[in-house]
């Protein structure tokens, strides 16, 4: 005969917590990890672009202009 025994526990928020914690950790873990190796954030990776991809934003290292031009008024 199988019998089945049931231990009646209280749960708290807490143990959900907990109980999400562990589900979140495994499910998540392998996404995580491909996708922060893929950026060079961990394992850092500070080659992880090129000069040449830095170019499009050259076009803003300009040095402020250092002369004011004069407003003219409209009269």
């Known amino acids: 005969m199988n019998e089945c025994y049931q231990i ?3 749960v708290t928020i807490y143990h959900v917590s907990q109980f999400v914690r562990e589900a979140f950790l495994t499910s998540f873990k392998p996404q995580f990890d491909t996708g922060f190796a893929k950026t060079g954030i961990y394992p850092l990776n500070s080659n992880i672009f090129s000069d040449e991809d830095f170019l499009p934003s050259y076009i803003t290292d300009r ?12 009269e």
């Open 63 to 74: 040095s402020l202009p250092t002369e004011r031009l004069p407003i003219q008024s409209e």
């Open 8 to 10: 009646l526990v209280t």
